[in-house]
């Protein structure tokens, strides 16, 4: 099993330009997480999808869209990047409703 | 809503040194506790966590946890550190209706060979 895996590891992007950021799992997981990694502030929660099919903000939804495309992937798409969007980024996926999340290697990007 | 709070946001031991680190969460109902450890260059790996039963929780590579409801705290300990400590260390809650986890800023804890 690979478990979480992230695409791709590093970006670099300008100011209003787009991306995808792809994850997906092989632990049929129905649970699938975005959160950003910023130092000082621990890990915050973009977009959450608790099953196939369902997506919810998180606690820093904005400029960020996701698409669950079906169990195993779970991508998150910046439309116009802003430098305030450089970040850290982890995917996780969960399973059971109390089960831990197991998090991606993450994607670094930087706007410039 | 729910909120994590570490206090220490770097600590610089010696290795052979006892470990504590502190983590307090908000939410009054009942919680799920989880610590997870990043080290440098790594994704974040899951250390320990509490559902219920007993407040002393062991984990991997030595670390344990002390929930203590009426001091809303679970708080991380290890009796003697190694360098391969080394890393950052995040405390996270989850209430127990809930789906999403909510986690505190981190600590950075070095150890010094």
């Known amino acids: 099993n690979a478990g979480v895996t992230q695409t791709p590891k590093f970006q670099v992007l300008k100011t209003g330009q787009s991306m995808t950021l792809q994850c997906a799992q092989d632990?049929?997981?129905?649970?699938m997480y975005w959160y950003r990694q910023d130092p000082g502030m621990g890990l915050r929660l973009i977009y959450y999808?608790?099953?196939?099919?369902?997506?919810d903000k998180g606690e820093v939804p904005n400029g960020y869209n996701v698409s669950r495309l079906n169990k195993r992937e779970f991508s998150l798409r910046l439309e116009s990047a802003a430098p305030s969007q450089t970040s850290v980024y982890f995917c996780?996926?969960?399973?059971?409703?109390?089960?831990?999340?197991?998090f991606g290697p993450g994607t670094r990007l930087t706007v410039l | 809503a729910q909120s994590v709070s570490q206090h220490n946001h770097h600590v610089i031991l010696s290795e052979a040194a006892s470990l504590e680190l502190g983590c307090n969460y908000s939410?009054?109902?009942?919680?799920?506790l989880f610590w997870y450890v990043q080290y440098p260059g790594q994704h974040l790996q899951l250390l320990l966590k509490?559902?219920?039963?007993?407040?002393l929780v062991k984990g991997i590579k030595g670390f344990e946890a002390e929930f203590i409801k009426s001091k809303f705290s679970f708080n991380l300990r290890k009796p003697s550190v190694q360098w391969s400590d080394t890393a950052e260390y995040f405390c996270?809650?989850?209430?127990?209706?809930?789906?999403?986890?909510?986690f505190g800023g981190g600590t950075r804890l070095m150890v010094k060979p």
């Open positions: 996270a809650s989850r209430n127990n209706a809930g789906n999403m986890l909510t």
């Open positions: 632990m049929n997981h129905n649970s």
């Open positions: 999808s608790a099953s196939e099919g369902t997506t």
């Open positions: 996780a996926s969960a399973g059971q409703r109390n089960n831990e999340q197991f």
């Open positions: 939410y009054g109902g009942t919680v799920n």
């Open positions: 509490y559902f219920s039963g007993d407040p």
